[in-house]
């Protein structure tokens, strides 16, 4: 059973902006947040942010406030990201993510469903 | 500080025990949740909470924590296990997760 797919694979160029895709099924999209999650080459994974359908809400990992922004969209079940002035260093591959949260909106720091990743390359 | 730490490589004998560890702050408040990952494929959650399995996840996974430490124990390693194990959890002071510094296993 999937629960995520994204979209595929990208080139940029240094200064432009990419935005990724990750569809969910039905059943999950309102019941989860979705985390996004970058892996450089040969790198552990970072947690860029996450957004909360049901809550309207999203949180960002400091590095990268103010150079990614999160939707949704409920009538595809689809969860976006979007990441401007890119560099070279932003390649790495894209994850989004699903798990649960609290009532106050915190991230449990579960994910239990992972899309195939996306990968990113910025190069001149 | 909020960072996960663990150490980088661990090696087993195939049919033995290892443990990985992961270090950090937050988990004297939260548990950490492991992942497993191998080469081109997305990480796999194998264990989340106190000692919890997602379906599919084989038994000889297990873990446990004391302190700033949470323990991820294979008992029994396969050849199937080699992978990169990182553990995360949620910062104790920010709305975020954060990721431990991976470890690699390789089963001999």
């Known amino acids: 059973q999937v629960h995520l797919v994204q979209s595929g694979a990208e080139v940029k160029k240094p200064g432009s902006s990419v935005k990724v895709s990750c569809k969910a099924s039905?059943?999950?999209?309102?019941?989860?947040?979705f985390s996004w999650v970058r892996q450089a080459p040969g790198q552990g994974p970072e947690w860029m942010g996450g957004i909360i359908p049901a809550l309207g809400r999203t949180n960002f990992a400091q590095k990268f406030r103010g150079r990614v922004a999160l939707t949704t969209d409920e009538s595809m079940t689809t969860a976006y990201m979007e990441l401007i002035s890119l560099t070279s260093e932003d390649t790495a591959v894209y994850y989004c993510?699903?798990?649960?949260?609290?009532?106050?909106?915190?991230?449990?720091?579960?994910?239990?469903?992972w899309g195939q990743g996306t990968l990113v390359t910025v190069s001149s | 500080s909020s960072e996960l730490t663990q150490d980088p490589t661990v090696s087993v004998a195939l049919g033995q025990r290892v443990r990985i560890t992961c270090q950090g702050d937050?988990?004297?408040?939260?548990?950490a949740s492991w992942y497993q990952q191998k080469p081109g494929q997305a990480p796999v959650l194998v264990i989340y909470g106190r000692n919890s399995r997602p379906s599919g996840i084989p038994d000889r996974f297990s873990a446990s924590t004391s302190g700033i430490t949470a323990s991820l124990t294979i008992t029994g390693a396969r050849v199937e296990d080699e992978a990169d194990y990182y553990c995360?959890?949620?910062?104790?002071?920010?709305?975020?997760?954060?990721f431990g510094t991976g470890t690699t296993v390789t089963v001999l």
């Open positions: 039905e059943d999950t999209f309102s019941t989860y947040a």
């Open positions: 937050s988990l004297r408040t939260y548990y």
């Open positions: 995360a959890t949620r910062d104790s002071s920010v709305n975020r997760l954060i």
């Open positions: 993510a699903q798990g649960a949260y609290d009532s106050r909106g915190y991230y449990y720091g579960i994910l239990d469903y």
